[in-house]
């Protein structure tokens, strides 16, 4: 968009809001478009903006109290052939701009009555419709974020749509939006973006080289939704000693639930360079705890084994299939060593699963009169060996 001549002195500069007019050309003009009994009244109200501006405001309400009610109707009625939801909800966000568009169509059309100069006219009205842009572009980010998040929940014939590519999808749809809204605001007041996007480049190097670290966490993001070494509901420990539950997987951070209810956010710079082990991975969710025990010699292994099977299946916390089992593990220094193993619904069970079996064993080991030794060393002493005798 050409804004001044090329050659000094000779210019005739453009006004920038002609410009922009070239673009959109957002005067409105309602008396051509009146029945010719109402023109008198349209221009008598002229003479009372004040007036003229909230009868405008009533009527452009109620305008768009009609148009969500006729949209709202009629999708509602092709909405009802499915089960879920969210189509109703989407169809809340796409109507609820229409009460908007209304009114502010209704106060463009009465903001000429002012007779504000040509500035001041041109500003308000963008500023109006800069509003229109703001009402519809949230009403999309909304709509669209419901419609992945959805598609991502549960199992649609989109395979695509996963819990883990769905910050991926929300972060690409989410930048065109938000490119296609500042494209209209650029438009909309008249501003050169040729020129934003030739200084993009020397700006995109400065903004490198000050923001690596936030670089490093998006492009970290990106690998770790690719790779999927976990996803959203995956039980991790990081070898910092960090567990929980993610609950969020951004493309800036992951965010853990930790067994405390304390809610941590990890940079994906971190979790992409760090050693995780995804306790919910594998094809089950279930999980298979080990509890080592030592025995003191002389004791029967059948009856270790007895005394351990019946614990694991009286407990309500293993599963029963598939089923525990005790195995002989090795003849220790003072023990013989066992190793119970079992299987819980979910891994954050663990520390609770391994305090009941360590509490009933204890009890059973009592009953069964087994005996769990403690390390024990044999020192000789040789009364005959003389110390040393210091110098001097």
Same mark, same amino acid.
């Given at each position: 968009?050409?804004?001044?001549?090329?050659?000094?002195?000779?210019?005739?500069?453009?006004?920038?809001?002609?410009?922009?007019?070239?673009?959109?050309?957002?005067?409105?003009?309602?008396?051509?478009?009146?029945?010719?009994?109402?023109?008198?009244?349209?221009?008598?109200?002229?003479?009372?903006?004040?007036?003229?501006?909230?009868?405008?405001?009533?009527?452009?309400?109620?305008?768009?109290? &009609?148009?969500?009610?006729?949209?709202?109707?009629?999708?509602?009625?092709?909405?009802?052939?499915?089960?879920?939801?969210?189509?109703?909800?989407?169809?809340?966000?796409?109507?609820?701009?229409?009460?908007?568009?209304?009114?502010?169509?209704?106060?463009?059309? $009465?903001?000429?009555?002012?007779?504000?100069?040509?500035?001041?006219?041109?500003?308000?009205?963008?500023?109006?419709?800069?509003l229109l842009i703001f009402f519809w572009a949230r009403a999309w980010f909304k709509a669209t974020t419901l419609v992945i998040a959805a598609l991502s929940g549960v199992n649609t014939k989109f395979k695509i749509f996963q819990p883990r590519t769905r910050p991926l999808f929300e972060m690409s749809i989410k930048v065109v939006l938000?490119?296609?809204?500042?494209?209209?605001?650029?438009?909309?007041?008249?501003?050169?973006?040729?020129?934003?996007?030739?200084?993009?480049?020397?700006?995109?190097?400065?903004?490198?080289?000050?923001?690596?670290?936030?670089? $490093?966490?998006?492009?970290?993001?990106?690998?770790?939704?690719?790779?999927?070494?976990?996803?959203?509901?995956?039980?991790?420990?990081?070898?910092?000693? #960090?567990?929980?539950?993610?609950?969020?997987?951004?493309?800036?951070?992951?965010?853990?639930?930790?067994?405390?209810?304390? #809610?941590?956010?990890?940079?994906?710079?971190?979790?992409?360079?760090?050693?995780?082990?995804?306790?919910? &991975?594998?094809?089950?969710?279930?999980?298979?705890?080990?509890?080592?025990?030592?025995?003191?010699?002389?004791?029967?292994?059948?009856?270790?084994?007895?005394?351990?099977?019946?614990?694991?299946?009286?407990?309500?916390?293993?599963?029963?299939?598939?089923?525990?089992?005790?195995?002989?593990?090795?003849?220790?220094?003072?023990?013989?060593?066992?190793?119970?193993?079992?299987?819980?619904?979910?891994?954050?069970?663990?520390?609770?699963?391994?305090?009941?079996?360590?509490? #009933?064993?204890? #009890?059973?080991?009592?009953?069964?009169?087994?005996?769990?030794?403690?390390?024990?060393?044999?020192?000789?002493?040789?009364?005959?060996?003389?110390?040393?005798?210091?110098?001097?």
């Amino acid at each position: 968009m050409q804004v001044l001549s090329i050659e000094p002195g000779t210019a005739e500069e453009v006004p920038a809001e002609e410009a922009a007019e070239e673009l959109f050309d957002l005067a409105i003009d309602v008396e051509p478009y009146l029945p010719d009994s109402v023109v008198p009244i349209w221009v008598f109200l002229q003479d009372f903006p004040v007036l003229l501006v909230v009868l405008m405001l009533i009527l452009g309400y109620l305008v768009g109290k &009609g148009l969500q009610w006729i949209f709202r109707t009629v999708l509602t009625q092709a909405a009802k052939r499915t089960r879920t939801d969210l189509d109703d909800m989407v169809i809340d966000y796409f109507t609820a701009p229409l009460l908007q568009t209304a009114v502010i169509l209704a106060l463009v059309a $009465a903001e000429k009555a002012f007779g504000f100069s040509p500035p001041v006219d041109w500003f308000l009205v963008r500023l109006l419709f800069t509003l229109l842009i703001f009402f519809w572009a949230r009403a999309w980010f909304k709509a669209t974020t419901l419609v992945i998040a959805a598609l991502s929940g549960v199992n649609t014939k989109f395979k695509i749509f996963q819990p883990r590519t769905r910050p991926l999808f929300e972060m690409s749809i989410k930048v065109v939006l938000l490119s296609v809204f500042i494209w209209l605001f650029m438009a909309l007041w008249g501003i050169d973006g040729t020129a934003w996007l030739a200084s993009a480049g020397v700006i995109g190097i400065a903004v490198g080289f000050a923001a690596k670290d936030t670089l $490093a966490n998006l492009i970290s993001g990106v690998s770790i939704i690719a790779d999927a070494p976990y996803k959203i509901g995956d039980y991790i420990i990081l070898d910092t000693g #960090e567990r929980g539950v993610v609950t969020e997987l951004g493309m800036r951070s992951t965010r853990l639930l930790t067994r405390d209810d304390v #809610e941590i956010s990890i940079p994906n710079a971190v979790m992409g360079n760090a050693k995780i082990t995804n306790e919910s &991975g594998g094809p089950a969710i279930e999980h298979r705890i080990r509890i080592p025990i030592g025995v003191a010699y002389g004791t029967a292994p059948a009856k270790v084994v007895e005394v351990l099977e019946k614990i694991a299946l009286d407990n309500a916390m293993i599963l029963d299939y598939p089923p525990p089992r005790v195995r002989m593990r090795a003849f220790g220094e003072s023990s013989i060593d066992f190793e119970l193993l079992g299987w819980i619904h979910m891994p954050e069970q663990k520390g609770l699963a391994r305090h009941q079996l360590l509490m #009933e064993i204890e #009890e059973g080991f009592r009953k069964a009169a087994i005996r769990i030794p403690f390390p024990q060393r044999d020192v000789h002493l040789n009364p005959r060996e003389e110390l040393p005798k210091p110098n001097g």
